[in-house]
């Protein structure tokens, strides 16, 4: 479309709906971003207040579990039965000294308070600023459930009568004409806790009369225990009274911007608090749910009963807007503790950042047009001879003239770099030159070294063809030009033979180096020593440490083959285990007893070791380059399966080449496209029969 339109009208067009692009781009992700900042800050926020509110909602309430529990050991530790006035003691005492109790009651179970007593209930609760205590009992309860003789039933009314005459000065909790209305046993305060036998809360209540209280409370019940006959029985529960005016306080004292709002839900949906004064212990979340067709708020509910804790998308039951609701469970009564979050208010800054930012968006794109007019004409000029200059660049003429500039602006850096450009250009390609030169020489000089270090072992098989004693069989792959793995073997005299592996540390030239001064002199010393593997190791050791600067080691496994005896002579110096497969196919490691590498302690010991070998025995000899192979999940080859490699094979049907062969055949297979890591280096001697010599 701009194909023909001049190159101010072309940039102006391309940058200026580039820009908006990008800045459309970057302004959604801007509110994106900044969206999902607010909101997790909302949610952090929400999770803060609400958790801090549930916790101390739960200290003020365990407060109060506490105080109950404390009372109920008091009058489980009185010895004898319950005396209402030691209750009235102990009960009295505790509510002076906790304000925030408004009422304590002991209940106790048919005949538990007093063998003559169906019912006994004290209660101590405060009015005006007094602890008021009441008692309810059952003084008329039938004769027939005794089974007292008439003198002992004499003897007890006395003693009740005795012990009981001060009741006569407190009125029977809910009495009215004689009737006994407050029936305690059939109150859930009492049954609830009595049949679990356990503490609980229960639910809020209006308390209009029966525990002369005219306000909300909740009642935390604890059984009460007594030891009969060395068995532990309920014999009542004491229940403590809480006015609930603080928690409702508390829980309305939340506010969220203007319209956020909180409330609390009983353990079975019941509205606790809420800024709706009508639903507070008129309606449950449910009614309320099915009056307004919410079905969300229904499934919300559930969740808030099951005791869960969530932070979701909700409109507000006050104002029908958007927002987040932040529940929580209080663990313990099991109600839930619930705060609405507005959407619209707590949005309000990044809505109105994002406006501010699209007014910028559009005068900046308007203040760039201006600008790019005057640009493009200063860079069109000074370009088209650029150009041409480039195209003769880019035919390969380097001797083109491209002349520097003076101005600093892109234009003049342009034409600069371009002309540093070419000059570097032309000074690349010949260093170029050279270096590949260099690094052919390099690679030739590696290809000889290789040559001259894999020319000092020997590669020639099978090694002794005139001897049937044995078959010997040895490789080396070295993981780079030139390797630290070594092996050599040679006879000693007529009956013996000499043979060993090696591995120097490190790789490259100077493992190589290090191998080959310690091939030589490995040879040289045993030629000298004679039979002894342990004198050889130590002799080689001890000329090795001496003046090792570079602190290079060798580890070694040097051994000793009588072919007429079948005898193996060895020590080891710190080198990998070698396998022992018997001529019946037992295949095993060979215990070595542990020795240094050469070259790190030039006093190290080491010691001689033998075992006997019989026709069809084989010994197996390796560097860590097998065990130590990893494939392309960086699993590594391990000992185990080398081990489990030379099980699987049928040694009897393969020589000992195509037995080293296969082994490793087998770690490729296992490395796949994994590159050698490491030199990798096998030697196989079996013995076949004894000499004759």
């Known amino acids: 479309m701009l194909k023909n339109k001049s190159i101010m009208t072309s940039l102006i067009f391309t940058v200026i709906t580039t820009v908006m692009i990008l800045f459309s781009a970057i302004l959604g992700y801007n509110y994106w971003v900044s969206r999902e900042i607010v909101v997790n800050g909302i949610e952090k926020n929400a999770n803060d207040i609400i958790e801090g509110t549930a916790n101390e909602i739960h200290a003020i309430l365990q407060k109060f579990e506490t105080i109950t529990e404390t009372a109920a050991d008091l009058l489980e530790d009185v010895d004898g039965f319950f005396e209402n006035e030691q209750q009235n003691q102990i009960l009295r005492s505790i509510a002076v000294n906790n304000p925030g109790v408004f009422g304590f009651s002991t209940s ?37 459930e005794y089974d007292d003789s008439e003198e002992e039933a004499e003897e007890d009314a006395a003693d009740s009568e005795e012990d009981y005459e001060d009741e006569e000065e407190y009125e029977y909790l809910g009495e009215e004409e004689g009737d006994y209305e407050y029936l305690y046993n059939y109150r859930d305060y009492y049954q609830i806790p009595l049949e679990l036998e356990k503490p609980m809360w229960s639910e809020p209540y209006f308390d209009a009369g029966d525990g002369g209280g005219n306000v909300v409370m909740s009642t935390y019940s604890v059984p009460l225990y007594k030891t009969i006959d060395g068995e532990r029985k309920i014999m009542g529960i004491l229940a403590t009274d809480v006015s609930l005016g603080w928690l409702r306080d508390m829980v309305s004292s939340i506010q969220i911007a203007e319209t ?18 009508e639903w507070v212990s008129n309606e449950t979340i449910f009614t309320i749910a099915k009056n307004l067709g919410d079905d969300e708020l229904r499934t919300l509910g559930k969740d808030m009963v099951r005791g869960e804790k969530a932070f979701v998308p ?108 070419k000059d570097d250009l ?77 591995d120097v540390s490190g790789k490259g030239v100077p493992a190589s180096l290090f191998m080959a001064v310690s091939n030589t002199l490995i040879e040289t010393i045993a030629r000298e020593e004679g039979h002894n593997p342990r004198n050889i190791l130590t002799k080689i050791n001890k000329q090795i440490s001496d003046g090792n600067d570079t602190c290079m080691f060798v580890t070694l496994l040097f051994c000793i083959f009588n072919m007429k005896t079948g005898e193996l002579s060895y020590a080891n110096g710190g080198h990998n285990p070698p396998i022992i497969i018997n001529k019946k196919g037992g295949v095993e490691y060979l215990a070595l007893k542990p020795g240094v590498s050469i070259g790190i302690d030039p006093d190290a010991i080491y010691h001689n070791e033998k075992l006997t070998m019989k026709p069809g025995d084989r010994i197996y000899l390796y560097t860590d380059g097998v065990t130590e192979a990893f494939n392309t999940k960086g699993e590594e080859y391990s000992e185990a399966k080398l081990l489990e490699t030379m099980q699987n094979m049928e040694h009897e049907k393969l020589n000992v080449k195509d037995a080293v062969e296969n082994v490793l055949e087998s770690v490729k297979t296992f490395a796949g496209e994994e590159p050698q890591s490491d030199d990798i280096t096998m030697v196989m001697l079996e013995y076949i029969t004894p000499g004759n010599s």
């Open 314 to 421: 909700r409109k507000s039951l006050v104002t029908q807007k958007d927002g987040w609701l932040a529940y929580i469970p209080l663990e313990t009564t099991g109600w839930s503790l619930s705060i609405f979050f507005p959407k619209a208010e707590l949005m309000a800054g990044v809505t109105k950042l994002t406006k501010t930012m699209i007014i910028i968006g559009i005068i900046g794109s308007m203040i760039l047009a201006f600008f790019i007019v005057l640009i493009s004409r200063a860079i069109t000029t000074p370009i088209r001879k650029l150009v041409t200059k480039t195209k003769e660049l880019a035919k390969g003429n380097l001797n083109i003239q491209i002349e520097k500039r003076e101005t600093k602006n892109e234009v003049g850096i342009l034409y600069n770099s371009f002309a540093t450009m």
């Open 108 to 144: 106790y179970e048919p005949y538990a308070f007093h063998p003559n007593r169906y019912y006994f209930s004290s209660y101590s609760y405060r009015e005006d600023g007094e602890v008021v205590d009441d008692f309810e009992d059952d003084p008329y309860a039938p004769e027939e």
């Open 260 to 277: 956020g709002y909180s409330f609390l839900i009983s353990s079975n949906g019941m509205m606790v608090v809420h800024p709706n004064e």
């Open 426 to 502: 032309k000074k690349y390609i010949k260093e170029l030159t050279d270096t590949t030169a260099a690094k052919e020489h390099i690679e030739s000089e590696l290809n000889v070294a290789h040559e001259i270090q894999m020319s000092m072992i020997p590669k020639i098989f099978p090694a002794f063809p005139e001897r049937e004693e044995i078959d010997l069989y040895a490789i080396l792959k070295s993981a780079k030009e030139v390797g630290g793995d070594l092996y050599n073997f040679f006879m000693l005299d007529d009956d013996n033979l000499c043979f060993f592996i090696g």
